[in-house]
């Protein structure tokens, strides 16, 4: 954080947080929509079947191992990319 | 989530707070509607009411989504804090 | 609004005026993605055809008709879990 | 909205106003970026240049846009009025 | 800008900015999605092949000249939209 | 892209700057996990566990989507400026 004021980076870390939870809410809505979508498909009922449960409960697990394995390529990916940049 | 120790919340954190949890619940409003009209709602447009069978279907599936909502955010709870992620 | 001053309260309305007018944005221009996206597939011509116009009138209404029941569900379900939130 | 009854608007409100249709007009443009490129263009990407009949339906979409945009407003606005919601 | 005084149009200028940044991002941002769903299917390898990225290449410029070619018809529209406004 | 000749960046500008590069990068993150997921895991979710095709295909699909991302960028930024328009 080069070159900041203590003033500004108070600032700065406040606007961090603030797009912290707006990105675990956005992470958090898309799981719900998708693992939604592919599990609920029967409206005979108004409640979840065991079958539709099984798999919402499947498709957070799976969810999140998607999550943490594209998040540590991701870190990978990125440092390799800025230490490219640096080079040239 | 970060605040741990300091005295008390300033104004614009009292504010944001509520703001959030409003924003939780809009968010979610929005995206019943989405989901709900995509599993209920004929997609020929043959007539302007709803048919009962697409007004059922939608009082079922917003009732199926709040349950998934539910279900889902205290699976992320016990899985997230058994991996150190931030609770919700 | 528990706790807030005058102002805050002044501010808290400032904000949830701004996310009421986003919100209806987002909730307008869904509608006229999906009712295009479902009634509009000639391009031999650049007017609406009179298929086409009828098709995204009774799209429109019964969009409305989807979020006015899909409203009403929602408040009473979160009417519902607040309930049991408060039990708990 | 909430603002009736106030004498004239605050500095902040002129500006969000003018902000606020400037961001309908953009959103509009995005969006309709989107639809007409789903509508018109081939995904199979076998050419950088649009194709006469890309180019063509492109304009045709595009217009056809605008004129349900703008009936849709119109109906929002009458039946909108008739159930009570805000105006648009 | 009619009847901003100096002030306020130098913070709505600086708003403008944020959004035409936004703006931007967003266009950015789709144009990746749309060009990697349509042209990358196969994980056989990490690395792009010569047929996914030309493919990319092509889609990319495609892109441009959608976005050019509907950029001029919505200022057409817009204009005429507007002319049309005014009459009335 | 409006600030030429301006002296030096003030604290709002600077804090902005930083919190738009790491705004793009959230971004691109989000946007991985959504395309990835779609590319490589199968919807049926009969297991929570990623299996290994699915993990591989993962590795993959975040590596050929920061190559996409990164040949676009420059693309763009070619093409971009031979029309016009703004580097990114």
Redesign the interface.
Known sequence: MDGLTAAENRELETRLQKRQVKEFMAVFGNLVDNCFQSCVDDFTSKALSGRESGCISRCVTKSMATQSRLGERFAELNAAMSAEMAKR | ??GLGRPQPT?AE???A???E????????????????????D????????NKG????????????????????E??QK??AA?GF?S?
Do not use: P, W
């Open positions: 989530m970060f104004s009292k504010i944001a509520i703001e959030n409003l924003k939780v619940v809009a968010e979610m409003h929005s995206r019943m509607i989405k989901v709900c009209t995509s599993k209920c709602i997609k020929a447009y043959r007539e302007g009411e709803l697409e007004g059922v279907c939608l009082d079922r599936c917003s009732a199926k989504f709040f349950e998934a909502h539910q279900t889902i955010s699976q992320l899985e997230g991996r931030g919700m």
